[in-house]
């Protein structure tokens, strides 16, 4: 069972009686209530329970066109590095049970472009375009750079502050900042973002 403790600032706590139902909670999302994206985190010591922390938060991606020699966990954590920071995996992309898409959690920072797609140059040298289709795409806002408003809706527009300009940050795999090379060492690879 599940305890749910009200917060502050429209956060929530959710106690688990024990760790295995926690985990299956934090690994099966994106969770979405009345429209809203749960943006669920492990609990830390220290950890803030303003709104206003959340300058990254756990997004679910699903990967395709994922090279079969890069469908390893060191592969798919270099690969979903591009994104931000890996992590974890669900059930059958950690199983290898499945060849037409990984799915992974990364921790994506709220300036984040959200790439559709990025190129991974694989050992042979060819490139190979990786697919990237968010679950649940949470709203950020490019002016305070946090995840619980979107730009339209920012407090600071209001005050004639300009919004980030809409052209930077291409998410086209054309972008050579949406590139990643990977060079094997030993069993792993090594993640070069170009």
Request: hydrophobic share 40%; aromatic share 8%.
């Amino acid at each position: 069972s599940v305890q749910v403790i009200s917060g502050v600032n429209g956060n929530f706590l959710f106690k688990f009686n024990n760790s295995t139902s926690c985990d299956l909670v934090l690994s099966n999302g994106p969770w979405e209530v009345w429209g809203a994206y749960l943006a669920l985190r492990h609990w830390e010591e220290g950890m803030s329970l303003c709104k206003d922390s959340f300058t990254s938060i756990p997004v679910w991606v699903k990967l395709t066109n994922v090279p079969p020699e890069l469908l390893t966990r060191p592969g798919l954590s270099y690969i979903a590095s591009a994104l931000g920071v890996p992590l974890c995996m669900d059930a059958a992309t950690t199983a290898g049970n499945r060849l037409s898409f990984a799915r992974v959690c990364v921790k994506m920072k709220a300036q984040s472009n959200f790439p559709n797609s990025f190129k991974v140059r694989q050992r042979s040298g060819i490139l190979a375009d990786i697919m990237v289709q968010y679950v649940l795409k949470p709203s950020a806002c490019s002016v305070c750079k946090v995840f619980d408003h979107s730009s339209k809706q920012c407090h600071l527009v209001e005050r004639n502050v300009p919004p980030a300009q809409a052209g930077k940050g291409s998410s086209d795999a054309q972008d050579p900042h949406n590139q990643v090379s990977f060079a094997k060492q030993g069993e792993e690879f090594e993640c070069v973002v170009e």
